[in-house]
């Protein structure tokens, strides 16, 4: 049975950072392809980050050069690291592997 457990979310300031991470288990995630994705109130699930298993990275144009996706093969855990936040990051984020989802984590950029 695959869980995966996203934490790390919560209130920033516009310009703020966060780390989100992702606890799987029931899953090896160094031979898997791990995606962070988020929704907004209002819209449609987009994929934010994605890392292969072997370590090749892509994100989307709306947070490549401030968001970095890595992980750590050895505690079987996801990350990703936000930087420079603006309010529209604001969402629920959500990691996937092999076609599971956590149960997601809330995100607010705000003043």
């Known amino acids: 049975q695959v869980q995966l457990v996203e934490s790390g979310g919560g209130l920033v300031q516009p310009g703020g950072s966060l780390r989100l991470s992702c606890a799987a288990s029931?899953?090896?995630?160094?031979?898997?392809?791990l995606v962070w994705d988020r929704q907004a109130p209002g819209k449609e699930r987009e994929l934010v980050a994605l890392i292969t298993s072997g370590g090749s990275t892509n994100y989307a144009d709306s947070v490549r050069g401030r968001f970095t996706i890595s992980r750590d093969n050895a505690k079987n855990t996801v990350y990703l690291q936000m930087n420079s936040l603006k309010p529209e990051d604001t969402a629920v984020y959500y990691c996937?592997?092999?076609?599971?989802w956590g149960q997601g984590t809330q995100v607010t950029v705000s003043s």
């Open positions: 029931g899953i090896m995630l160094s031979i898997n392809a």
């Open positions: 996937r592997v092999g076609g599971n």
